[in-house]
């Protein structure tokens, strides 16, 4: 039996396509942040300077991070800890895939994402850089 070629858009599924668009997203972020953790399924930024929040002394601060899940590519946004308010910039299609306070459950990925991760991405660094974290 012939099978139709799929319409479906090739990021839909494709967990390590997802993490690269995403990756290449938050490499912008790379200077002055660093990639603690950088290979094929897992990236994260921190900030490293000597800050203090909350009271406490910290030497870094977690900025963003994905992971590839079994089912799912993690993004992990960090800047929501930092600002209960910062929850507000996500709009209705990345906040529906929101699981906890801070993690995205990415399973596919379109145009509209991609927009509404980098502006969440920027909204958060500028909060970093008020801060001092940065």
């Not at 039996?1 to 938050?26: C, D, G, W, Y």
């Not at 972020?29 to 203090?52: C, N, Q």
Request: some cysteine; charged content about 30%.
């Amino acid at each position: 039996m012939h099978q139709a070629p799929s319409t479906q858009n090739p990021l839909e599924n494709n967990r390590t396509k997802i993490f690269r668009v995403l990756k290449s997203i938050l490499k912008k972020y790379e200077r002055p942040m660093v990639a603690k953790i950088d290979d094929g399924s897992h990236y994260v930024l921190w900030s490293i300077k000597d800050v203090v929040i909350g009271g406490k002394k910290r030497e870094e601060v977690y900025f963003a991070g994905l992971i590839i899940q079994s089912t799912y590519v993690g993004f992990y946004y960090m800047p929501v800890y930092g600002e209960p308010g910062m929850k507000k910039v996500f709009k209705k299609e990345l906040l529906s895939m929101l699981k906890g306070k801070a993690c995205f459950h990415i399973k596919k990925l379109d145009k509209t994402l991609i927009v509404q991760i980098r502006e969440a991405l920027e909204t958060g660094y500028k909060l970093y850089k008020k801060n001092g974290w940065v």
